[in-house]
């Protein structure tokens, strides 16, 4: 479980440079994971309204086990101030059988939450939860020094394919100089973000932000409640 305040350096990159950087560091590879990522709002909008989102994360990983999380986060503005992100985050794991209850039932997200979720979200308490957007990212880590770059291969729900490089770290000016410097030996051209995935998300149209994964899941809900 983790409840702290994360500190993460987050690096845009294009295709080629991405493609790049995972070849330059294949030998530092940690894991691989495939991560299916869905975010909630409240019927009422309240909730993305707020300053806080939550998610639940299917992640099948290479050389570890297949984990599942769920996430609250709280920050005032999804704006990144010279690549480096500060927010409130809660999270922890779950088991299979909790995530699918969320999927199936995601109006109860609340009630089918974990508690310290609950806490953090207990202003919804009493409205229904609806699903916001999904997305699939390839995440490939790599060891960089002390840090681990988690190099993400995201793919949004309408199809277009954006690459970041992050790092959790409470020493950001390092791990973004260690970054940086490692992508300048390479020789590759990257850019600090100005903002998290979750401005890109919400910049999708309405109509576009179930993938088809989500779309299936949701007729598969609707069925089983005929």
Known sequence: MSDSIE???TIDVEKDAYETFCQEMNSFLVDIYDQ???????VDNSLLNSAKRCRVRSINAQNSPNKYTITAKTSKSDAIEGAVA???????HISKEQFDSIICQPQNY??????????ELNEFAEIPFKFLIDFRSIRRIFKLGE????SDECELPNGVVFYQLEVESNKPDEAK????QKLNEIGVKFTPAKYGK?????????G???SPRLQKQIEDNKNQNL
């Open 7 to 9: 500190v993460e350096v």
């Open 86 to 92: 500060v927010r409130r985050e809660i999270e922890t």
């Open 208 to 210: 576009e932000r179930y």
């Open 110 to 119: 609340y009630k089918l939450a974990p508690s310290i979720i609950q806490q």
């Open 198 to 206: 979750f401005t890109r998300l919400l910049g999708i149209p309405e």
């Open 177 to 180: 100089a260690a970054l940086e």
């Open 36 to 42: 299916w990522n869905v975010f909630f709002n409240t």
């Open 147 to 150: 840090f681990l770059v988690e």
